[in-house]
């Protein structure tokens, strides 16, 4: 299954088209908040772009990992209409084991495009001097992305399951590409949407694993009402997610995914 791992990495990286998809949506993000967002958030918070800086990176991170696992697991599905897959099983691979190397493989790539999006902008705002790297908290900046990348290949796994065709591969990479950002709330603050739609955000886990990148990125100290606006925390009802809470929810829906999604590739 290695062999097939290393494969699927290969198709990736040497595809300039798929990597730049992948990090199409963080580095939009970044545009549209420097053009447009920067300057209108910057008032509400008295010009504490560090803050700010910070709390986009949470948000981009979270959207990262969503879009760079899910264009590698394209491969799923080019390799079904190619034929690659019966020539696969016809040299002993099962499903669960193709499927696994597709899972592996997008992991790989999810963890490493994530990692170089959170350089790209520390770096940028760094040269802004807008920045301040809490080296104490990079430990848990890494683990969390580790954590992201695996609800991320779930969810994305468990999608693409499903998918057997060009075009509807096309079009849930399009509406991935275009919701996950507003979902997690990279564009504006959860604050300022509708109570329904803060709902909706709130139960995507995408929003609870940039939550918990924002608590563990901004160093500003923040009072509670500036912590709602922003999304660093998180209340189901009347009842604020503690780190622990979301990490155990974030894993058990990972299990339940990618369960559904071995079932699913059953031959």
């Known amino acids: 299954m290695s062999a097939l791992v290393k494969r699927n990495l290969l198709r990736y990286f040497q595809s300039k088209s798929n990597v730049f998809l992948s990090i199409f949506s963080p580095l939009l993000i970044l545009g549209l908040y420097e053009i447009f967002?920067?300057?209108?958030?910057?008032?509400?918070?008295?010009?504490?772009m560090v803050l700010l800086n910070q709390w986009l990176l949470g948000g981009a991170l979270s959207v990262t990992t969503l879009t760079t696992s899910f264009n590698i697991l394209k491969t799923k599905v080019t390799d079904e209409l190619g034929g690659q897959k019966a020539n696969l099983l016809v040299n002993g691979l099962s499903m669960r084991q193709i499927m696994g190397s597709y899972l592996t493989a997008s992991g790989i790539v999810g963890f490493i495009m994530t990692t170089i999006i959170y350089f790209i902008y520390v770096i940028f705002f760094?040269?802004?001097?807008?920045?301040?790297?809490?080296?104490?908290?990079?430990?848990?900046?890494?683990?969390?992305i580790l954590l992201n990348t695996l609800i991320s290949v779930a969810i994305n796994g468990a999608i693409v399951t499903f998918i057997h065709d060009e075009s509807a591969l096309q079009?849930?990479?399009?509406?991935?590409?275009?919701?996950s950002g507003f979902l997690v709330g990279a564009y504006v603050p959860i604050g300022i949407v509708p109570t329904g739609a803060q709902h909706l955000m709130q139960g995507w886990p995408g929003f609870l694993t940039a939550s918990v990148f924002r608590n563990q990125l901004i160093t500003t100290p923040l009072t509670l009402s500036e912590k709602k606006y922003l999304g660093t925390i998180i209340n189901w009802g009347n009842h604020q997610l503690t780190h622990v809470e979301i990490y155990l929810i974030l894993i058990s829906v990972s299990v339940i995914l990618i369960i559904i999604t071995m079932l699913g590739s059953r031959e």
């Not at 802004?128 to 969390?144: A, H």
């Not at 079009?171 to 919701?179: E, I, R, S």
């Open 126 to 144: 760094e040269l802004q001097g807008e920045f301040f790297i809490n080296f104490e908290q990079l430990g848990n900046v890494v683990s969390m």
């Open 171 to 179: 079009g849930v990479g399009t509406a991935l590409n275009t919701m």
């Open 37 to 48: 967002l920067k300057h209108n958030l910057s008032i509400n918070f008295k010009d504490q």
